[in-house]
Each structure stands twice: as C-alpha cells, then as structure tokens.
C-alpha cells in the first residue's frame, strides 16, 4: 500500500445526452442525464484506492450545496479531503455533452485562483501526482522531488513541471514546439524527468528516454464514454510504478485501466475496473 497525494481537480459533472454529433451552428436535442463525480481527483484517486493505496486530495471547492455533496461523494468512496480549500465561489457544474459515439465535449466556467501554501513534508508520502493549474505547483514539486515520485501532467501552457515522469496526450503536444519530445519534456520537467510519456487514444501510448523509445498497444474495448480514459491511464501508471514495475509495465497496466474507463458509463471507474483489481 503506497500513501499518494493528488493536486488535480474535483468537478461536479452535469451529462447532456446529445442525439447526435456536434456539429457548428446546429440545433441538438439532448437528454439529461443529472450530475455525477469527476475530475482528475476523483477520476485519477478512486482506481488507486479501488488498488489499495491512501489517496489524499489537494483542490479546492466553494462552500455551497453542490461542494458539500462533492466532499460527501468522495469521501464515501474513500477519497482523502481533509486537505481541501474552500472559498467563497459558489461551485459550478461542468457541462459534458456526450455524442451516441461517446465522445465528449466539456463546457466550463473559468475556475476561481487557487493558491497552494507552503509545501508539507513529503519524507511520508510514495508519490506526488500533479493535474492542476494551481499557482504553487512547481513549488510543491520541487520540495517533493528529493522525497518521492513525482508524476505531472503537461499543462495546457508550457508552464514548468518538475518531476520525474511527465505525461500528456499527443493531441496536447503536437504543435507547441519543434524539439523532440525528450528534449520538450526536459524543457518542462528539468533534469530530474526520466519519463515523457505521450497517450494516443487508440493508437496506445509511448515513452520517451534519453537513450530510448518505446511504444505500447492500447486495450481494445467498446467505447461508451471516453470521459476519464487519460486519468485512468495515469492511474494504472502511478500504482504500477509505486508498485515496483518498470515504466513499459505500468504504461500497460494504465492501458488496462483506460480500456475500462471507456466501456463505463461515468466520469470515475466503473465495477468493471474494481473487479479487475479485486480479481
């Protein structure tokens, strides 16, 4: 069991079931389909305790009805929130516009500042996981780095994120430089990275190395809802890695966790996903 902290966000997600694709200008009728938990927080922290880890999560919500029944959903299901920040913003709903392909098109307000304090002792914890635009994170990082594992997510700039595996999705990558990608994730990561890995959908996902390049298939699954498929990715790489397995073994093993994600009607893992880890 691996004690993991994650600073990634935790969303109360509104599902509109659209009838068909989205198309520019036109008119869709959609069902509704309420609310449910998401977020990187959840959508990343519930696989790893589902696998047996303490899971910590460090977001911030408002102090409305809508973060109270948040914090209730995800500390029932066993999340950490004793290091959540409240504010006085009331909390939105994210707005999921899902197509009959399962596609998924995400409509956001812009998100309150959120600034984290001081960096807390990480000589306790086995991994730091970073999937958040709150100012602070380099800071955090770079005090965890002596300590524990850090693993980040690209931003949506090319902010700086110390760590030692950086990941992010060749459609987040391609076009924002024309160095190779070790060299860009060394740009980001500094000299601590060892790992830039790139997700493709479909088409699996690849590591980059100083002295190497491998690729590793995706699980083929029905697609429903693709929403958290990159969360689960980096789910099943964290507990693969603090597990004690190489990186090509834990980029399989997030492969694994994403084929489940996508055949799940939901933001979090599914059953399918729980079975497979209790299995």
């Known amino acids: 069991m691996a004690k993991i902290m994650l600073i990634a966000n935790l969303n109360c997600d509104r599902v509109l079931q659209l009838e068909e694709p989205l198309v520019t200008g036109g008119r869709h009728h959609y069902q509704d389909k309420g609310r449910r938990l998401g977020g990187g927080g959840a959508n990343t922290g519930l696989g790893l305790i589902w696998a047996g880890h303490q899971v910590a999560l460090v977001s911030q919500?408002?102090?409305d009805e809508t973060a109270d029944w948040l914090l209730a959903e995800a500390s029932l299901l066993g999340l950490n929130c004793s290091l959540l920040h409240r504010n006085?913003?009331?909390?939105?709903?994210?707005l999921l516009m899902m197509t009959p392909d399962g596609e998924r098109t995400i409509v956001r307000p812009q998100r309150p500042p959120f600034t984290l304090d001081s960096p807390p002792d990480f000589s306790s914890w086995d991994a730091l996981y970073i999937n958040s635009s709150a100012q602070g994170c380099e800071r955090w990082a770079q005090a965890a780095l002596p300590h524990t594992l850090v693993i980040a997510q690209l931003a949506k700039d090319d902010r700086s994120r110390p760590c030692h595996v950086l990941i992010t999705s060749r459609s987040d990558?391609?076009?924002?430089t024309a160095l190779t990608p070790w060299e860009y994730g060394l740009s980001i990561a500094g000299r601590s990275l060892r790992y830039m890995v790139v997700t493709d959908g479909p088409r699996g996902a690849t590591v980059f190395t100083a002295e190497d390049v491998v690729s590793v298939p995706a699980?083929?699954?029905e697609v429903v809802d693709t929403t958290g498929a990159g969360?689960?990715?980096a789910s099943g790489l964290i507990h693969?890695?603090?597990?004690?397995q190489s990186i090509v073994e834990a980029m399989r093993e997030g492969a694994k966790w994403a084929s489940f994600a996508v055949s799940t009607q939901s933001s979090i893992p599914g059953e399918a996903l729980k079975a497979y880890l209790h299995a």
């Open 173 to 176: 990558w391609q076009g924002r």
């Open 61 to 63: 919500v408002g102090k």
């Open 219 to 221: 699980v083929a699954a």
């Open 88 to 94: 006085d913003v009331p909390t939105p709903e994210l």
């Open 240 to 244: 693969a890695l603090v597990s004690g």
């Open 231 to 233: 969360d689960a990715f």
